[in-house]
């Protein structure tokens, strides 16, 4: 079974320019996950996606920040104009459909894009 | 809003020696409690998780974490390192009945041999 692919693995742009991040969640798995890692820091949850509703989207920086994931498969993650505080590793993450009594328990990552923005 | 707190960023052990990192989570309510692992050139993975019952859980590869409701916390334990534990390990915290997960900042484990 294929894991959770995200792309591209490092991307390197300058400040004011547009980058496309997409993640392919594991075949089946209804919930996916953008989380965001700065250097040295934690692990932040960015927003999460039920097919292809947006759940929960609080953690998104800004509105330079633009989540999609269309007909409930893949999700693409644009960030437009991009800012040297953008840089970070962008992890996507998917997990299976929720019990009736709540969360499943495990989250399937990616092994994330990496974008470093000048 | 929950939150987990690492209080170890880099540690440095030889082979053999017994490990605890450190986690504390800020939440009132019921959890569910994890550990991640990344291991070098690798996607981070579960290592273990609490969701109820005996506070003592065991996960892969000889690790163990040990809730303490009343301290906060979910110490992972390994009695003896091996050099392939070398990784950055990850305490994550999920407030029961919501799906969002929130990690801390993540310790680095170098393991020399």
């Known amino acids: 079974e294929a894991g959770v692919t995200q792309f591209p693995s490092h991307s390197v742009i300058e400040k004011g320019q547009t980058v496309t991040l997409r993640c392919d969640p594991i075949?089946?798995?209804?919930?996916l996950y953008w989380y965001r890692r700065v250097m040295g820091k934690e692990i932040k949850f960015l927003l999460h996606?039920?097919?292809?509703?947006?759940?929960?989207e609080s953690g998104m920086p800004n509105n330079r920040f633009l989540a999609e994931r269309t007909g409930g498969t893949y999700s693409t993650l644009k960030v437009q104009p991009a800012e040297l505080e953008d840089s970070g590793v962008y992890f996507c993450?998917?997990?299976?459909?929720?019990?009736?009594?709540?969360?499943?328990?495990?989250?399937?990552f990616g092994e994330g894009s990496r974008l470093t923005v000048l | 809003a929950q939150s987990v707190s690492q209080h170890n960023h880099h540690v440095i052990l030889s082979e053999a020696a017994s490990l605890e990192l450190g986690c504390n989570y800020s939440y009132g309510g019921t959890v569910n409690l994890f550990w991640y692992v990344q291991y070098p050139g690798q996607h981070l993975q579960l290592l273990l998780k609490?969701?109820?019952?005996?506070?003592l859980v065991k996960g892969i590869k000889g690790f163990e974490a040990e809730f303490i409701k009343s301290k906060f916390s979910f110490n992972l334990r390994k009695p003896s390192v091996q050099w392939s534990d070398t990784a950055e390990y990850f305490c994550?915290?999920?407030?029961?009945?919501?799906?969002?997960?929130?990690f801390g900042t993540g310790t680095k484990l170098q393991v020399i041999p």
């Open positions: 994550a915290v999920n407030s029961g009945g919501y799906q969002k997960v929130t």
């Open positions: 996606f039920v097919k292809e509703s947006k759940q929960d």
């Open positions: 609490y969701f109820s019952g005996d506070p």
């Open positions: 075949s089946g798995h209804d919930n």
């Open positions: 993450a998917s997990s299976q459909k929720e019990r009736l009594a709540g969360f499943t328990g495990e989250l399937f």
